[in-house]
């Protein structure tokens, strides 16, 4: 049943493509269509928000209540949450022009005040950064096998807090202009299925709105536009050959990284319960343990060493969801002629695990910045 599944996905991704492609090769006409009408001619799709309604909200003003919410307790470095809740642990971060971040990806009650550090880094880099035009957001694949990388088939994002339009530009120069090309495009059912692309959207929709509600009559209104880029479980060395690829785009003044990735899944739903050991001291709890497993890999990733992160991942099997979009950053960053750093923000657990019977999921944002950018 996988099988089949599998090949129909690369089969319609194909069609898509072909199809894509015919499109692109007829001759543009003679009259006065824009860019961004043509852009809407090639057979791209609006993606629903498919998870509004279980996810989050699927009310504008709530929506739109919770996420001001969870920005401003964030800006304000305040934590919420009762002496009982989870951990949580805030760092600050350090000067230079910010272009990426790493942000969770589940429910928001669960993960979004978490998330809204990561958010402010896009806050800052649309207030400081002039030609930032793009948003890029990187995310695994929960329910579909991808040996590659697939970009959104979409030409319209519908978030409840309103439409994100789709660099069509960007995207079919990584279809047609990068070596080794890439080969897959998202179709529909896909796109829509999978959360964790998803639940960035309705963050990216609120900077974006709110930052245009202070501009004046006779500041510009933002254009920002988003590709979705959905990283399959790909070894090691297709994560360095992507990351490689990607580089040029994703270290562009122009461009915004946003990484998809919840940390450790433990628990028996996730058939993951390592513990900690007599020798484990002064490691008494579970929830505990759990932080210093995490810590690990993110030390590692502020260290901006994807091999070491990847003998990390083999030695002690993490169930980091987002490791591949994470490995693929990465390599794109340490492939760059630009100084980053890249520091964790923000960590938290939805539940202090301290028996098999409970189960939790870690969440970490993070904020990459550059001393420069050429040129």
């Keep these: 049943h996988t099988d089949t599944m599998n090949m129909n996905f690369l089969r319609n991704c194909r069609h898509t493509i072909e199809t894509m492609m015919m499109n692109s090769n007829q001759n543009p006409s003679s009259d006065s269509h824009t860019t961004e009408e043509m852009e809407y001619s090639t057979p791209y799709y609006t993606r629903r928000a498919y998870?509004?309604?279980?996810?989050?909200?699927s009310d504008p003003h709530t929506l739109d209540n919770l996420l001001t919410k969870f920005l401003s307790d964030?800006?304000?470095?305040?934590?919420?949450?009762?002496?009982?809740?989870?951990?949580?642990t805030v760092v600050v971060g350090i000067g230079g022009i910010a272009n990426a971040c790493i942000s969770p990806h589940a429910g928001f009650r669960y993960s979004g005040p978490t998330a809204a550090y990561s958010y402010l880094a896009l806050k800052e880099a649309l207030l400081t950064n002039s030609v930032l035009r793009?948003?890029?957001?990187?995310h695994p694949s929960h329910h579909v096998y991808l040996d590659g990388c697939a970009v959104s088939g979409a030409s319209i994002i519908e978030t409840p807090l309103g439409n994100l339009k789709v660099d069509h530009a960007l995207r079919n120069q990584l279809l047609t202009s990068t070596t080794p090309k890439f080969e897959i495009m998202m179709d529909q059912s896909v796109d829509e299925e999978e959360h964790?692309?998803?639940?960035?959207?309705?963050?990216?929709?609120?900077?974006?709105?709110?930052?245009?509600?202070?501009?004046?009559?006779?500041?510009?209104?933002?254009?920002?536009?988003?590709?979705?880029?959905?990283?399959?479980?790909?070894?090691?060395?297709?994560?360095?050959?992507?990351?490689?690829?990607?580089?040029?785009y994703l270290?562009?003044?122009?461009?915004?990284?946003?990484?998809?990735s919840d940390f450790c899944h433990w628990g028996q739903r996730f058939n993951y319960t390592p513990q900690p050991s007599s020798s484990s001291h002064p490691i008494n709890e579970i929830h505990e343990y759990i932080a210093?497993?995490?810590?690990?890999?993110?030390?590692?990733i502020e260290l901006q060493r994807p091999g070491a992160f990847a003998d990390y991942l083999r030695e002690c099997s993490n169930t980091i969801c987002g490791r591949h979009p994470i490995a693929v950053w990465l390599h794109s960053i340490q492939a760059s002629m630009l100084t980053h750093d890249v520091r964790f923000v923000s960590y938290d657990q939805s539940e202090k695990a301290r028996s098999v019977r409970d189960n939790s999921v870690s969440y970490a944002s993070a904020v990459a910045r550059v001393a420069m950018f050429d040129g």
């Design 51 to 57: 998870h509004a309604g279980s996810w989050y909200s």
């Design 74 to 88: 964030a800006e304000n470095n305040n934590d919420d949450d009762d002496d009982d809740a989870a951990d949580s």
């Design 134 to 138: 793009t948003v890029v957001v990187l």
């Design 196 to 248: 964790s692309g998803e639940m960035q959207y309705p963050f990216i929709a609120k900077i974006i709105n709110d930052l245009n509600a202070t501009r004046s009559e006779n500041n510009k209104r933002l254009d920002i536009k988003i590709l979705p880029i959905m990283v399959g479980s790909i070894k090691t060395n297709r994560e360095e050959t992507f990351g490689r690829l990607l580089s040029p």
């Design 251 to 260: 270290c562009d003044r122009g461009i915004f990284t946003v990484v998809s």
């Design 292 to 300: 210093a497993l995490d810590k690990r890999g993110m030390d590692l």
